[in-house]
Each structure stands twice: as structure tokens, then as C-alpha cells.
């Protein structure tokens, strides 16, 4: 079952990332999707739990008050579909529009050069398309890192347990996407993507196969996407590259 809460004190992405986090270790939580521009969270739980145990959870930030009082229950958890700020569901295509225009655009950036040239080579376009991805989303984690970290820790099997891995990832996607840009040390670059994304992609996993409702870290907090098997594919396509270039290198 899924119902609807009114949060207040809410006044930035932390904010929402913190909430997140508090409730969803309420135990019998099993997703939490909480809406920064409503004030609300759309709660999923195995069995009913009281309005005063989620209240108890926010108790340690007083700053957050979670009341019942105006949003009415859901009758279902939401899907990849999320509410609009109407609350009318969005689409698909929707919710997910801006990775996907992201990729549209790395895409047209890295291939579009060489097909006009007659040139396309796979192993020097995968450097550069590998650079643009992590550019452009340790970019957008680092808009709010903050947020980003607060979020990345409610899923990731490593930021779980040391909180600071969300800062030292924002920055290690950072590093790889220059490192990939100028073609330097390319097998240790590519080694260190497999196995950046191999440890990222764990937690992604466990979250969809439990199918929990959390938000989806990959582009920091500046859009709320929730976590499932576009994160999969996006995470599983980063490490089929790396390790296709690994292979291809090695003597």
C-alpha cells in the first residue's frame, strides 16, 4: 500500500535527499518518493504504519513536519511514472526525458563527425562518447553534492556504509570523463570504469529487483527520476564499453 503525506520545511534538494532517507529507514518502508515543489512524499509500506512512527522519524529534524492532514491516500504505488506538480501522472517518456536527451545528444556530439567523414572507427568513438557521459553527469551531481550524496547513500552498497563516497564518486566520474577526453593511460582509464560502475551498478540491482521507490541518483538531485531498469541499462552500458576496450587493448 502507498499513501500520501504533507511535508513542511522542505526548502531545498538536501532537504528532500534527508527526508528521503529518514523515512525510508522506517522499518516495513518499502520506497519513498518524496516531491520538493508539492511538500509531499508518496510512502509505500508492507502493512500500515501509524502517521506518528513516520513524525518519530523526522523527530531528529525538527525542521521537517509530516502531517496527513491534506493529501489524500494513494490507492497504488507509483510506477516509472511519476506526478506531475498537477498531480496528473506523466508518461514514460516523460519522466525519463532528460537522460534520454542526454544520450540523444552525446550521441549526435561523438558520431555525427565521423559518419560525415566516412570514418566511423567504434574504438575511438567510444572514448569520446565515454567522455561526454561522465562530464556531463559528474556535472550535474556536482550542481548539488550535497543532495547527491544524500541520495546515492540510501541505494548504493558502498555509500551506505561510508557516506563520503557520494563526494569522492561525483568526482571520480569527473576525473575518468578528462582522462577519457585525452585518451590518457586508456587501459587503466577504462579498469577503473569497469569497476566504478561495476560496484554502482550492485545497489541499482538490489534496489529494482526489491523494487523499491526511491529517486535515482545518476543525474545528482537536480531531476527527480525514479530508480529502475533505465538506470540498469544506462550503468550496464558503461561497463560493456569499458570492458570491450579493456579486452581490445590488453596485448
Known amino acids: 500500500m502507498t499513501h500520501l503525506y504533507s511535508i513542511t520545511g522542505m526548502t531545498c534538494g538536501s532537504c528532500s535527499s534527508t527526508v528521503e532517507k529518514l523515512l525510508s529507514d ?5 520506497g519513498v518518493l518524496v516531491d520538493l515543489k508539492q ?18 522519524a523526522l523527530a531528529s529534524h525538527p525542521k521537517y513536519s509530516l502531517s496527513n492532514k491534506t493529501i489524500a491516500a494513494a490507492p ?18 516523460q519522466t525519463y526525458k532528460p537522460i534520454l536527451l542526454i544520450f ?15 570514418n566511423f572507427q567504434l574504438m575511438v568513438w567510444m572514448p569520446k562518447f565515454m567522455a561526454g557521459f561522465f562530464l556531463t553527469f559528474s556535472f ?13 547513500s540510501m541505494y548504493d552498497v558502498v555509500a551506505k556504509r561510508w557516506h563520503k563516497w557520494g563526494y569522492v564518486y561525483a568526482f571520480a566520474e569527473a576525473a575518468l570523463g578528462i582522462l577519457f577526453l585525452l585518451n590518457a593511460y ?7 570504469a569497469f569497476m566504478l560502475m561495476g560496484v554502482s551498478i550492485i545497489g541499482v540491482l538490489m534496489s529494482v529487483l526489491n523494487k523499491q521507490k526511491i529517486k535515482c541518483a545518476c543525474l545528482g ?28 587493448l590488453l596485448p
Open 39 to 56: 511538500q509531499h512524499a508518496s510512502i509505500s509500506m508492507q502493512q500500515h504504519i501509524s502517521t506518528e512512527t513516520f513524525q518519530q
Open 104 to 118: 540523444i545528444y552525446l550521441l549526435c556530439i561523438t558520431i555525427l563527425p565521423s559518419f560525415i567523414q566516412n
Open 140 to 152: 550535474f551531481k556536482m550542481l548539488n553534492l550535497k543532495g547527491f550524496a544524500e541520495s546515492y
Open 26 to 30: 522506517v522499518p516495513g518502508v518499502t
Open 76 to 93: 497504488t504505488a507509483p510506477s516509472a511514472d511519476s506526478l506531475t506538480e498537477t498531480g496528473e501522472q506523466t508518461t514514460w517518456f
Open 221 to 248: 538531485d537536480v531531476f527527480n527520476l525514479p530508480m529502475s531498469t533505465v538506470t540498469i541499462i544506462e550503468d550496464a552500458l558503461m561497463i560493456a564499453m569499458s570492458g570491450y576496450m579493456i579486452v581490445s
Open 186 to 192: 586508456p587501459l587503466a582509464t577504462n579498469i577503473a
